[in-house]
């Protein structure tokens, strides 16, 4: 890889570990294409253990963190809340958008916009409000960071479980092959050692063996790859000048855009129907 990257991309998750869980193998992708990739866990993951004090865990989850970002040669920045307390707010939104002027992603992966629990849906809220004010003037960041005029596509992760909040199955609009890095991905969730151990005890969740099954399945999915993560792309309004797919555009053959996605998107719907007969 020449020194200077072809383009820069920005994970932003909830907790860490979330990006291992769901994202970290596109990253990956991203890089051997020339990328230069960022993670952003916006909470500490305060409550991911059972047996230490607030500080400890906190200062163990943010070294981990650290850690898996080092082997995946991946810069990251540290979070900005406590676990259950990342909301909506102004403050945040100042924070995410200083970050999202100073990388200026071509590309920001987050989670879906519905997802099991609330830290995951909000960052997905902060992550598209933090892009979509990256070219406007007026709007101050914090710290204060000039304007970004470049163009960025949002796209969002599959959520955990593979479905939504009322138990309906969510599918991918695109597939990116992980086979060629699923053991790397593999390691960096084994650096987050804390959360794993965590999870096992508190719900009896081998996290490496959700990480598998969870990328065997949307491999499956995908009706090409043996091991893939899924993303459905953000509407470019407000991102793009037009409608951009940055990432199928730089990973060609590793990403396979689902046709039959594209084209329920523009089906025409029942309600658009009543609505023209009213």
């Known amino acids: 890889m020449s020194d200077t990257p072809r383009f820069t991309a920005l994970a932003i998750a909830a907790h860490p570990d979330d990006i291992e869980l769901m994202m970290a193998g596109t990253l990956l992708r991203l890089r051997e294409a020339g990328g230069e990739i960022y993670l952003w866990n916006l909470c500490n993951g305060y409550c991911g253990s059972a047996v230490h004090t607030r500080e400890e865990i906190v200062a163990i989850r943010w070294e981990e963190a650290q850690a898996s970002a080092r082997l995946a040669g991946a810069s990251i920045f540290p979070p900005l809340a406590d676990d259950l307390a990342l909301f909506y707010e102004h403050r945040y939104l100042e924070r995410i958008a200083a970050v999202v002027r100073e990388v200026k992603p071509r590309i920001i992966l987050t989670h879906s916009p519905d997802d099991y629990m609330e830290d995951h849906q909000n960052a997905s809220r902060l992550a598209v409000s933090g892009a979509f ?17 470049g163009d960025c596509a949002i796209y969002h992760a599959l959520p955990h479980g593979l479905r939504d ?17 699923l053991a790397l991905k593999r390691e960096m969730l084994a650096r987050h050692r804390s959360q794993l151990q965590w999870l ?21 999915m995908s009706g090409r790859f043996q091991y893939a993560e899924g993303w459905r792309r953000h509407l470019h309004l407000g991102f793009s000048a037009r409608e951009i797919d940055p990432l199928a555009e730089i990973l060609g053959d590793a990403c396979r855009v689902d046709p039959e996605y594209e084209r329920e998107l523009e089906a025409d719907v029942p309600d658009r129907k009543m609505a023209r007969a009213a």
Do not use: C, K
């Not at 909040?165 to 092959?177: H, I």
């Open 200 to 220: 096992d005890v508190s719900q009896g969740i081998d996290a490496d063996m959700t990480l598998e099954g969870s990328s065997r399945a949307v491999g499956e």
């Open 133 to 149: 004010v990256h070219g406007m003037n007026p709007f101050v960041t914090d710290p204060p960071t000039a304007p970004w005029s």
């Open 165 to 181: 909040p009322l138990r309906r199955r969510v599918r991918a609009g695109q597939y990116v092959d992980i086979t060629p890095v």
